[in-house]
């Protein structure tokens, strides 16, 4: 069985910082794109940052210049570097990963997984 497994939200000033990290386990074959996803309160769920597994990066307009994304493929984690945070990025953070596992037979299964989710929140 594959698991996602977040860490690293909290509570932080506005302008200050955190790392989010999420860690990918079990039967695991390839991950293709993870990506990080958030859900502020009464708001849709939206991208915040994707990297494939070549490296390539993409990011929400509302996080560009101050979150970065980032991957080790031999660990299968990715971490979401968080700066100048700001209220409005007050959120549930999830990530969520494109997994190739060998199922219980031997199979190769191919799947979308999503993490629990890690709570952040900005305030003063």
């Known amino acids: 069985q594959v698991q996602l497994v977040e860490s690293g939200g909290g509570l932080v000033l506005p302008g200050g910082s955190l790392q989010l990290s999420c860690a990918a386990s079990g039967s695991i074959l390839r991950i293709d794109d993870m990506e990080w996803y958030r859900q502020g309160q009464r708001k849709e769920r939206e991208l915040v940052a994707s990297?494939?597994?070549?490296?390539?990066?993409k990011y929400g307009d509302s996080v560009k210049g101050r979150f970065t994304i980032s991957r080790d493929n031999a660990k299968n984690t990715i971490n979401l570097r968080m700066n100048n945070l700001k209220p409005e990025d007050t959120a549930v953070y999830y990530c969520?990963?494109?997994?190739?596992?060998?199922?219980?037979?031997?199979?190769?299964?191919?799947?979308?997984?999503w993490g629990q989710g890690t709570r952040v929140a900005v305030s003063s």
């Open positions: 969520y990963a494109q997994v190739l596992a060998i199922g219980a037979s031997g199979e190769y299964v191919a799947f979308n997984k």
């Open positions: 990297v494939t597994r070549d490296g390539t990066t």
